[in-house]
């Protein structure tokens, strides 16, 4: 399962509302018009976790886990976005840890990882 929705349109043209998939369905997170390319923002879940999303500057969202979990903080969503070998990570703003977007693995510590997140964005009604 990807965590990351490909869409064709550039970033800027991002209309609509962000959902992201739970275990109960596609929950409503925020308007795509409030992501910014190479910015995160942090998203609390029905169940109490958390969750960053992420809008690349090729305009391809991403959802992962927003706690660091080698310092338990919930700060992913602030992190710097980066690539390597053709994987879109963002850099854990505490200890510098990346963690690929589209499935929430360390790439610097492979038994870690964080969750990943189906995400979309569901098209404004007429």
């Known amino acids: 399962m990807t965590a990351t929705t490909d869409l064709s349109s550039p970033a800027t043209a991002l209309r609509g509302t962000v959902e992201l998939r739970t275990a109960d369905g ?3 997170v925020c308007s795509a ?4 390319p ?14 960053a999303l992420f809008l690349d ?14 310092t338990g903080a ?10 390597v070998q053709d994987r879109t990570y963002v850099a854990s703003p505490l200890l510098k ?7 929430g693995r360390c790439l610097d510590d492979d038994t870690v990882a964080v969750a990943s997140y ?8 007429a």
């Open 38 to 51: 190479g910015r995160g923002v942090a998203a609390l879940l029905p169940d109490g976790r958390q969750a």
């Open 33 to 36: 018009e409030e992501l910014l």
């Open 118 to 125: 189906p995400v979309r964005v569901e098209p404004a009604r």
């Open 26 to 28: 596609w929950l409503a």
């Open 74 to 83: 919930g700060v992913l969503s602030h992190g710097l976005l980066g690539t």
């Open 97 to 103: 840890q990346r963690f690929d977007l589209a499935d």
């Open 57 to 70: 500057r090729s305009g391809r969202l991403y959802a992962i886990g927003n706690v660091d979990p080698f």
